[in-house]
């Protein structure tokens, strides 16, 4: 029977699993796998979840509220620290945790679920980094204050498949060990990002947010100067604004991202996003290999700006 209803959606995802099964073996990673998505399953059931499958390294789910979701969330990233596989096995590579989260009318069926929030969130879920939930704005908008006060504003991003883009809000990642809680337990908001490291070759600038626009391309005048002849002679900017570093493309042949190590890429073309963790740009050319222009990138926090690396020209 076919019901119609308002609801949460959630996916989450596993990443690093393949390093496991290479470091840990075929048996021993299975086992590791499983109880992980079994702990998210349980998680996604303590907030008034309901599994609707899991895929292999993750699950999708469907909750009441935006409020439970999110909640489950930031347990299932509790959750994944302390069952580091590194803490039994020193070899043992960490698992990763994202989390994308939608809301809107789904079409319930069969035990499956479809609709305009379910297709955003698991688009969405590409551009989420290590350790990061990612929120669209109807989710954002039904949370309450003090939750609200976690997230930072990513502004609009193009998912793929879709004509328009989507607000979307960044659940910062908690930091173990720091004094710092998350908003469920009342304590103090994460500060906002204060630099961005990019790397090209043996080339390392950290840029502080006063310090853009940032210009790439392959002009002497560049601000950051990339000497390949697929690049632009101004080829993409980085601008400050509103609190999050905004990439924008210059070129006529596009700039490409890549959030974290090995997810989807996003292409600009004369467009604008917003970057957030850690990826790759990639100029004139998809950041597929070694031999392309790409240039790896890093949001810094105050604690994390290194004093003794370079800032500017």
Request: hydrophobic share 40%.
């Amino acid at each position: 029977m076919q019901q119609i209803r308002q609801r949460t959606v959630l996916f989450a995802d596993l990443r690093g699993s393949t390093s496991l099964y290479e470091t840990l073996g075929n048996a021993a990673a299975t086992g590791v796998v499983t109880r992980t998505v079994a702990e998210l399953v349980r998680i996604v059931s303590g907030e008034q979840g309901q599994v609707v499958k899991t895929l292999g390294d993750g699950l999708m789910a469907l909750f009441e509220s935006p409020r439970h979701a999110v909640a489950a969330a930031e347990e299932m990233h509790d959750a994944l620290h302390h069952m580091s596989p590194a803490k039994n096995s020193p070899r043992a590579p960490n698992l990763k945790l994202k989390v994308a989260v939608a809301h809107g009318e789904v079409v319930e069926m069969a035990g499956d679920c479809f609709g305009d929030a379910v297709n955003v969130a698991a688009r969405l879920i590409d551009h989420a980094g290590d350790s990061e939930t990612l929120a669209t704005a109807s989710v954002f908008e039904r949370l309450e204050a003090p939750v609200r006060a976690r997230f930072r504003d990513l502004d609009l991003m193009q998912l793929r498949g879709r004509a328009e883009p989507v607000h979307v809000h960044l659940l910062e990642a908690r930091r173990f060990g720091d004094t710092v809680t998350t908003a469920f337990g009342g304590l103090a908001v994460l500060p906002e990002p204060e630099g961005i490291r990019l790397t090209w070759l043996d080339l390392t600038r950290v840029y502080r947010g006063p310090d853009l626009a940032v210009v790439l391309g392959r002009s002497p005048q560049a601000t950051y100067c990339i000497d390949d002849s697929r690049v632009s002679r101004s080829h993409a900017r980085i601008d400050w604004h509103g609190g999050t570093f905004q990439l924008t493309d210059l070129s006529y042949n596009g700039t490409y991202v890549r959030f974290g190590q090995d997810g989807e890429i996003l292409a600009l073309r004369r467009g604008t996003c917003t970057l957030h963790g850690s990826g790759t740009i990639g100029l004139g050319t998809p950041p597929v290999d070694a031999l392309s222009p790409s240039v790896r990138f890093e949001v810094l926090r105050l604690s994390e700006l290194d004093p003794t690396e370079a800032s500017g020209r």
